[in-house]
């Protein structure tokens, strides 16, 4: 699969990614955070390789194509942090407040005894 190829197909998972984010659906974003990285991991395989029966040349078109695309999912990205970071901004908060918390009372069990 060319880099183009795989490039649109990661745009097609990144803006699915969006309508996950936006209606809270944290498995599917995850599992397609998993699909995105492994078309990643195959494009910089296959580049490093170069395409079989292609030299690493590509027309102005095809340049463009890649170029638009990758503004595309980088734009899905942003959107996808705006309604992914205030979550992750309340777990670390809660978590941050459990440590806390466990703390405190490790301090007044061992006090206690004194």
């Known amino acids: 699969m060319s880099s183009l190829a ?3 197909q990661m ?7 969006v309508d996950a984010a936006r209606a809270n659906d944290w498995d599917r974003l995850t599992r397609l955070e998993r699909q995105v990285a492994s078309l990643r991991d195959r ?6 390789l170069g ?3 292609r030299g690493l040349r590509m027309s102005e078109e095809e340049k463009q194509q890649k170029v638009a695309l990758i503004r595309r999912i980088l734009d899905d990205d942003k959107e996808v942090r705006v309604h ?4 992750m901004d309340s ?3 809660m978590l941050g407040g459990t440590a806390q918390e466990s703390k405190v ?3 007044y069990s061992s006090n206690e005894g004194s």
């Open 6 to 8: 795989l490039l649109e």
């Open 11 to 17: 745009s097609t998972y990144s803006t699915e990614m």
């Open 43 to 48: 494009m910089g395989v296959e580049d490093a």
């Open 51 to 53: 395409a079989p029966g």
């Open 84 to 87: 992914t970071e205030p979550w």
């Open 91 to 93: 777990v670390r908060k």
């Open 105 to 107: 009372r490790k301090l």
